[in-house]
């Protein structure tokens, strides 16, 4: 009978969870209006996980842990569309738009409005739902077969799982990466010695093509959605109208969408997205231009492959000449030798550039760039200057293929390259370069967040041999401070109380500045709330840490090896000695799934007099059970608690037919209920 009521109450709290949970995940990544705090979400998604967990079978296909990636595929399954994406016909100037529009009218008869949209530079993506559920995610491929990417859709957060209606319909749009997202993600792969995407394009698809979901999972994609196979079941007459139906229905459609009245103020939208296409967080290569109306859409028909009613204007690549005059090589924090090539300054998208990353040999090698070549560049993902390629015609003649280095520019010690990277790596624990940039993270903004120590300071302390390493920094004092170059008494006193500001951090900052490898500001708060300080982690084991959500074999072999080495725990006892803090000071997840009262989530109202708390006693208790103790009474109230002379509150409670507590219920309750922060 308790074991019943136990599933019982799982079912329903399930439930509750998954609503709640796709709401707030549908306000943040479709509506871009959060509600709530990342940690709210994150801890009723872990009550989730953990309700899953005892009860498997109460796991649905629209549960928000469907997100996080599955299995790994053999390979992909093709879909053949049965009705096709179709392509569009291109412009390139004023001239041909017009011509378009010429050509629209005459098939009409007379002027039509447009929908004018921006033309997403990702893929063009189906996705099925049947009676509102997501079933299916294929590629466009070649418009009529395509391949099956469902697993990898499912973790595109802005996908809903479940429509806000209960249809079947197959919707069509672009998936992509936002250009932050992407800057990210390459600044990440090239300090991991991978090689680079070329540009957001390149990078979704390259995602979207994973058969490990998990990678997915962790890319960052966003979609917008801006047709229907059939539109059978929708209402929608216009495009415009389209956009705001798939919009209710729940996709992620783009609000910079504008109906026009004629070809002259489509001119007058493609002008304006010209000039602002730089700072929109996504890339865009133009704009599609489309027949508002569905019945002059089917006039105007199609051709073989593209529909005569929509046209798209094709924004020029920005891509410009220049000169590299030569290539630098620095040393990052991982051992990582990376080359810059240094250029003749140019404009290119709006600011000068004359440096850009050639991410590792291979890029040299494969682009063949040498120096004194002239190259084409442009801004991948509009920010970051890229090489696209070198013209060979302006080659100087005496030209030879550029060497690459064999040893550390900073140390001399043997470059090498490690299994499966494209990288050239310094292995030397003691190269400077490395040593530096360590202590820079240590210091950066995710990591301690100690200000006043900019690379240039940290730099003379290292060549001075005021430091050596992160325990270091905790034995400064303030005549040491002094002899550094630019810095006086009052600098080094708030460098001083920096570093000592710095010991009360909770342990994930710790955690994450020690730069052990793979191991991200992310998964450094994971750990921290797991394990709940760092003695515990460098004692945990391979197993416990794969355990944990969002934890592969590669960050736990990494930690495992970090914390293998006896110098670690030399260097963990300097911390500590220094008055460091080892422990985690926030929640623990496990604690909160953990936590038992009757309070857990519900909204509760306090009316009438209570004889044994205070109002504000018993407001704070019930929050630090979790519930939400709210003024009036509404339908979303589920428990009132009446006191003395409770009144109108009172009344409406019952006829809303919400539980009532007396106050000695509340009491009992309270008293066997055990609090959401207790000790770490
Ligand atoms: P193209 O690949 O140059 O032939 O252009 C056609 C592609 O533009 C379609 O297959 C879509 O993937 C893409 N596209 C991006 N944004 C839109 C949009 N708002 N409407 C229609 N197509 C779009
Ligand atoms: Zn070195």
């Known amino acids: ?38 940690s709210v979400y994150d801890k009723h998604y872990a009550e989730l996980v953990a309700i899953e967990a005892n009860y498997p079978e109460l796991i ?31 412009v390139f100037d004023k001239e041909e738009l017009f011509a378009f529009d010429q050509r629209v009218q005459k098939a009409i008869g007379h002027p039509v409005d447009y929908c004018c949209e921006l033309k997403i530079d990702g893929l063009s993506v189906s996705l099925r739902y049947e009676n509102g559920l997501f079933v299916r995610g294929a590629t466009r491929g070649d418009g009529t077969v395509g391949e099956n990417i469902t697993e990898n859709v499912k973790t595109v957060r802005s996908v809903p799982l479940r429509l806000n209606e209960p249809i079947s319909i197959e919707v069509r749009g672009e998936c992509f990466m936002p250009k932050r997202s992407f800057v990210e993600l390459n600044q990440k792969r090239e300090a991991a010695g991978h090689d680079v995407f070329a540009n957001p394009r ?15 999972a962790k890319r960052n994609l966003d979609t917008f959605l801006y047709t229907v196979a059939d539109f059978g079941p929708m209402e929608a007459k216009t495009q415009y109208e389209a956009l705001q139906e798939l919009a209710k229905l729940g996709f992620h459609t783009n609000h910079e969408a ?46 073989v492959k593209a529909p005569r ?4 204007y094709k924004f020029p690549p920005e891509e410009v000449e220049t000169v590299i005059e030569t290539i630098e090589w620095t040393v990052g924090r991982t051992g990582v030798v990376t080359p810059t090539a240094v250029m003749t300054p140019v404009r290119v998208a709006g600011t000068t550039v004359s440096r850009a990353s050639l991410h590792n040999g291979d890029y040299i090698k494969m682009k063949d760039i040498r120096l004194h070549d002239t190259v084409l560049i442009y801004k991948a993902g509009d920010i970051i200057p890229e090489v696209a390629r070198v013209i060979e015609d302006k080659r100087p003649k005496d030209s030879e293929p550029y060497p690459l280095p064999t040893h550390c520019p900073e140390c001399e010690s043997e470059l090498v390259h490690l299994d499966g990277e494209v990288a050239l790596r310094c292995i030397n624990p003691k190269c400077p370069a490395q040593m530096k940039e360590g202590l820079n993270h240590f210091v950066s903004r995710n990591a301690m967040n100690i200000e006043g120590l900019g690379p240039r ?108 080495n006896e110098e670690v725990h030399e260097l963990m006892d300097e911390l500590k000695a220094a008055g460091v803090n080892f422990d985690y000071k926030g929640i623990r997840l496990e604690q909160l799934a953990e936590v038992e009262s009757p309070f857990k989530d519900k909204t509760v109202v306090l009316t009438g007099k209570l004889t044994q708390f205070t109002r504000e006693e018993a407001k704070a208790t019930i929050e630090n059970l979790g519930g ?15 006191g003395e002379e409770a009144g109108s509150k009172l009344t409406k409670a019952e006829s809303l037919g919400i539980e009532i507590w007396t106050e000695e219920k509340m009491a009992e309750a309270l008293a066997q209920s055990h609090p959401v922060e207790t000790e770490n």
């Open 60 to 90: 649905t296909v629209d549960s928000p842990t469907q997100r996080v990636g599955g299995g790994v595929l053999a390979g992909f399954e093709k879909v053949t569309h049965d009705i096709p994406l179709y392509s569009l016909n291109d």
């Open 202 to 216: 390149n990078a979704a698809a390259g995602s979207l093509r994973q058969l490990d979901s998990k990678i997915a």
């Open 1 to 38: 009978m308790a074991q019943e009521m136990t599933i019982d109450y799982a079912t329903k709290r399930a439930e509750e969870l998954r609503v709640q949970l796709n709401r707030w995940s549908r306000e943040y990544y479709v509506e871009d209006q959060p509600t709530v705090e990342d």
């Open 628 to 642: 939400k103790v709210t003024g009036s009474v509404s339908k979303k109230t589920d428990i009132v608690v009446a």
């Open 258 to 303: 504008q109906l026009c009245h004629s070809i002259e103020e489509v001119w007058t939208y493609i002008e304006k997205f010209h000039d602002q296409r730089i700072d929109l967080p996504y890339e865009i290569d133009g704009i599609v231009v489309k027949v508002n109306d569905f019945s002059l859409q089917d006039q105007l028909g199609f051709t």
């Open 309 to 312: 009613w929509a046209t798209a």
């Open 457 to 564: 300071v940290l730099e003379q302390m290292y060549d001075k041999k005021l430091v050596a390493d992160v325990a270091d920094l905790y034995k400064l004092t303030e005549e040491e401070l002094l002899t550094l170059d630019k810095i006086k008494e009052k600098a080094a006193n708030n460098i001083l109380t920096a570093i000592a500001n710095s010991k009360g951090n909770s342990v994930e900052r710790l955690i994450f500045g020690l730069g052990i490898r793979h191991v991200g500001a992310k998964a450094a708060k994971i750990l921290a709330e797991h394990f709940g300080n760092l003695e515990a982690i460098s004692q945990s084991d391979f197993e416990s840490i794969i355990a944990l959500d969002s934890m592969g074999t590669i960050i736990a072999d990494s930690i495992v090896t970090y914390f293998s």
